[in-house]
T-cell receptor, first 117, second 111 residues
Framework: DTEVTQTPKHLVMGMTNKKSLKCEQH?????MYWYKQKAKKPPELMFV???????INESVPSRFSPECPNSSLLNLHLHALQPEDSALYLC????????????????FGSGTQLSVL | DAKTTQPNSMESNEEEPVHLPCNHS???????IHWYRQLPSQGPEYVIH???SNVNNRMASLAIAEDRKSSTLILHRATLRDAAVYYC????????????FGKGTRLSVIA
């Protein structure tokens, strides 16, 4: 099973709502990532988790709150978003992160298409 | 970070080979060249990576120039399913370099 599963596939929310995006993998990977992709643009890294601890936060606004409750699950909690936050949110995982001398392939989910009204 | 330059778009006929170029004139000695692709309505997927020598796998081949300032991803026989955005990415072998995407090349395959 080389699948990264993201739910929901589509989400519409108002600026005052609180919602969460969920990402799950059962490949035994210990690194998980959130990327944001605007239409016709490349994905942009938001967060990196390694062994359930936050390793990289690419200066993401606090209205995006990541959480990694266990090695298989990654959440992205959303609160007070703006219309410009509408985008495809991609989750990815890799076997490891930060191990010198190796490259780890990233496995991506199909994303959650978020619309903020 | 060393940058890559790719054509915005390319077109190919089905069942013909496709050569996708990537320029990386500021590449450093420890940068590996990675390729990912993103099919419509999907997340990116790994294609291939290499350092100096040409590389082959079941999906594609990677040809790297002798001076490493450019590389070419080769799809030997394009199918409609290969229509995607192809990203050429440089990653330093430091263990904690994230995957940073450039603009990529949008490949269209014509039946």
């Amino acid at each position: 099973d080389t699948e990264v599963t993201q739910t929901p596939k589509h989400l519409v929310m108002g600026m005052t709502n609180k919602k969460s995006l969920k990402c799950e993998q059962h490949m035994g990977h210990r690194a998980m990532y959130w990327y944001k992709q605007k239409a016709k643009k490349p994905p942009e890294l938001m967060f990196v988790y390694s062994y359930e601890k936050l390793s990289i936060n690419e200066s993401v606004p606090s209205r995006f709150s990541p959480e990694c409750p266990n090695s298989s699950l990654l959440n992205l909690h959303l609160h007070a978003l703006q219309p410009e936050d509408s985008a495809l949110y991609l989750c990815a995982s890799s076997r490891l992160w930060g191990r010198v001398g190796t490259f780890e392939k990233l496995f991506f989910g199909s994303g959650t298409q978020l619309s903020v009204l | 970070d060393a940058k890559t330059t790719q054509p915005n778009s390319m077109e190919s006929n089905e069942e013909e080979p496709v050569h996708l170029p990537c320029n990386h004139s500021t590449i450093s000695g420890t940068d590996y060249i990675h390729w990912y692709r993103q099919l419509p309505s999907q997340g990116p997927e790994y294609v291939i990576h290499g350092l100096t020598s040409n590389v082959n796998n079941r999906m594609a081949s990677l040809a790297i120039a002798e001076d490493r300032k450019s590389s070419t991803l080769i799809l030997h026989r394009a199918t409609l399913r290969d229509a995607a955005v192809y990203y050429c990415i440089l990653r330093a072998l430091s263990g904690n370099t994230p995957l940073v995407f450039g603009k990529g090349t949008r490949l269209s395959v014509i039946a």
